[in-house]
């Protein structure tokens, strides 16, 4: 039996030293990027709570000036809130397991749960229900009235060694892999978006556009007890998705480039959480959180706060809603004083002539005091 606890040894060993490494790897890589942050904000007037109906019409006007100096890409370039696809980037009826990913570490993570983990655990709980139900059949009182006496087999003792070794190396190869891409900074280019948890809604800030910061709200659902005050019930705009997950003004994001996500909290301790991106991170007050964020593809993604966090902990919900690039552009410029001067994707040249047709509408580079919303 000595040969038995070792095999046990060894497997608890080796499950150690994979979390020990997993627990090395992550936290130098948040760290590495972490003093990086607290993009001195230029206080943006944060006018967005106040425009309750999600100024659907105006960005028309807004984005035209935009629109109509980035040439050739204009038609596609104005904004207009985008309808989620049923399905798509939320929890679907009677859904089991991980929803459809719309990242790469999304895909990779989703892979090594259904094509990795559950194969193992299914194939070992199988095996083991067999093993129970042979040693009963086989060798209870009746079958077997005369126990054997042996207690060393060295092939069986090798063998329950190794394999758990091999079996947990196995998963722990791609676990520590998928750990290290998760918390693979961001290029110096990407842009930042910061997100703020408060009890209970969440804020977005665009310091490279221009410091404006966006607030989101849960919309009020109908026949139910107001939720927020001022906010307008799901379903009253044709582009609203699911009640308890869409809210007034969602965080709009580029897809297909590298975000970086800072986040933080104002109260007490909030997680942004989207399960179709493959993206959960604490924000805590007083710190900053960083990870990459890569959307795929455009669309509407939900998620919700993920720490219990007070009385509305589940009335603060996340809508993501990726859009292309010149969408994205023309969307900043609905916002008070948004600007792309700072864009770093790519196609950057573009927008940068278009930059000073954007820059007359603001103050320039200060406070946009002049809200030109209301
Ligand atoms: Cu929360």
Request: charged share 15%; glycine share 8%; aromatic share 6%.
């Amino acid at each position: 039996m000595n040969f038995g606890e070792n095999a046990r040894a060894a497997g608890k060993a080796c499950k150690a030293i994979g979390l020990t490494m997993a627990l090395l790897l992550a936290p130098t890589a948040a760290m590495a990027q972490a003093p990086a942050v607290a993009p001195a904000e230029p206080a943006a007037a944060a006018a967005p709570a106040t425009p309750a109906p999600v100024a659907a019409p105006a960005p028309v006007a807004a984005a035209a000036p935009a629109a109509a100096s980035s040439d050739a890409a204009a038609p596609a370039g104005s904004y207009e809130r985008m309808k989620p696809t049923p399905g798509k980037g939320m929890p679907v009826e009677s859904g089991l397991g991980i929803q459809t990913q719309y990242s790469p570490n999304g895909e990779y993570g989703a892979w090594m749960h259904n094509a990795v983990l559950l194969p193992i655990i299914a194939v070992i709980t199988l095996f083991v229900l067999f093993l129970l139900l042979f040693v009963m059949a086989r060798y209870n009182r009746r079958a077997n009235p005369v126990a054997s006496r042996t207690s060393h087999n060295t092939l069986i003792e090798v063998v329950w060694t190794l394999l758990p070794i091999l079996i947990l190396l196995g998963v722990a190869v791609p676990s520590i892999d998928l750990i290290a891409k998760q918390f693979k900074p961001a290029p110096a280019k990407a842009l930042t978006v910061k997100i703020t948890g408060n009890q209970w809604f969440w804020s977005y800030t665009y310091p490279d556009n221009g410091g404006f910061e966006v607030t989101s709200n849960m919309l009020n659902i109908p026949g139910s007890p107001v939720i927020n005050n001022g906010v307008r019930e799901v379903g009253s705009d044709p582009s609203d998705g699911p009640s308890h997950l869409e809210v007034d003004n969602r965080m709009v994001v580029p897809a297909g480039e590298p975000i970086r996500l800072q986040i933080t909290a104002a109260d007490v301790i909030h997680s942004f959480a989207v399960p179709s991106l493959w993206f959960k991170l604490d924000g805590v007050p007083g710190r900053i959180n960083e990870k990459v964020l890569f959307i795929k593809e455009p669309g509407v993604y939900y998620g919700q706060c993920s720490e219990l966090c007070g009385v509305k902990h589940g009335y603060m919900p996340i809508a993501v809603e990726a859009l292309p690039r010149d969408k994205f552009n023309a969307w900043v410029l609905t916002q008070s004083g948004g600007k792309i001067d700072g864009l770093k994707a790519p196609e950057a040249e573009a927008p940068a002539a278009a930059a000073p047709a954007a820059a007359p509408a603001p103050a320039a580079s200060e406070p946009a005091s002049p809200a030109p919303a209301a």
